[in-house]
């Protein structure tokens, strides 16, 4: 089966940085998309930024210039560079992934099962 695990969380203070991480396992044929949500307590899981297969990137408002998204197609993992952290981005993080059977039948969204991230004022 497919699996997606977080990695990187953790506690640190407003300004500094932490580097998420999702590994993809499982049988895969390809990966298209991936994408980094969070959710915060009594808030709705919001989008946070997506990578397209080709490594072309999209932000959410609040973390642009701040957060950057990656990925290594050859090690089926994505990645959350995340800079300059202010309390608001206290949440828990979920990575996802479009994963495609062939070449013409697309398999599924897999997600993660969220790693904690919690800045300090």
């Known amino acids: 089966q497919v699996q997606l695990v977080e990695s990187g969380g953790g506690l640190v203070q407003a300004g500094g940085s932490l580097r998420l991480s999702c590994e993809v396992s499982?049988?895969?044929?390809?990966?298209?998309?991936m994408a980094w949500f969070r959710q915060a307590p009594g808030k709705q899981r919001e989008w946070v930024a997506r990578i397209a297969s080709g490594g072309s990137a999209q932000y959410e408002d609040s973390v642009k210039g701040r957060f950057t998204i990656s990925r290594d197609n050859a090690k089926n993992s994505v990645y959350l560079q995340m800079n300059s952290l202010k309390p608001e981005d206290t949440a828990v993080y979920y990575c996802n992934a479009d994963l495609r059977r062939t070449r013409t039948d697309y398999q599924g969204r897999y997600w993660g099962q969220g790693t904690q991230v919690t800045v300090s004022s």
């Open positions: 499982g049988s895969i044929f390809s990966i298209d998309a």
